[in-house]
């Protein structure tokens, strides 16, 4: 089931309360540019309203800055080094980093090192599921998108395979970077 900024503002209440007063102009076209794809609209939902920020001091949701539009997309691919070096070792049960045909393309993480990436190769980014890889080694997908993911696992909806559990709950911390 797809969700909207507002479900996961209701599961985690502590974020609403750290929304600016302002929304947030990002230049998407200069991001699909430097990154040569464009993005889910969930996502750009959520980094129009939140700067980059943690829930319980363990999970990190970055977003761009405006005006550092290039910067964040050159981190997203920064970010994907550990994915190559999974997938030369032949470690990461198949999947490839983007820009390759089908990668994977990061957008959260852990402060253990779990990291979630959307699988790019649909050419709607609103129909890329997000991969999660844990941190043990699990591999797993989520069909319905970030803020459905992020608000599933905090709601208790969506089983943290492999990731610790319980999971985040409503009343995590919320901290805007």
């Known amino acids: 089931m797809l969700r909207r900024l507002s479900d996961l503002e209701r599961v985690l209440p502590g974020l609403r309360a750290r929304r600016p007063s302002q929304g947030r102009t990002i230049d998407w076209q200069e991001i699909a540019r430097a990154l040569g794809t464009d993005l889910p609209s969930d996502y750009k939902e959520l980094s129009e309203a939140y700067p980059t920020f943690t829930v319980g001091g363990f999970l990190?949701?970055?977003?761009?800055?405006?005006?550092?539009?290039?910067?964040?997309?050159a981190g997203k691919l920064r970010a994907l080094d550990v994915l190559e070096e999974l997938a030369e070792d032949d470690m990461s049960h198949g999947y490839?980093?983007?820009?390759?045909?089908?990668?994977?393309?990061?957008?959260?993480?852990?402060?253990?090192?779990?990291l979630f990436y959307w699988r790019t190769g649909d050419p709607d980014p609103d129909a890329w599921p997000v991969v999660v890889s844990t941190r043990n080694d699990d591999w797993w997908e989520h069909e319905d998108g970030l803020l459905s993911l992020l608000t599933g696992l905090i709601s208790g909806e969506v089983p943290p395979w492999g990731l610790p559990e319980p999971f985040l709950g409503s009343d995590a911390e919320v901290r805007v970077v």
């Open 96 to 114: 490839v980093p983007y820009p390759q045909p089908g990668g994977l393309l990061h957008c959260a993480e852990t402060s253990s090192g779990d």
């Open 60 to 73: 990190v949701v970055g977003t761009p800055r405006p005006g550092q539009e290039a910067q964040s997309a």
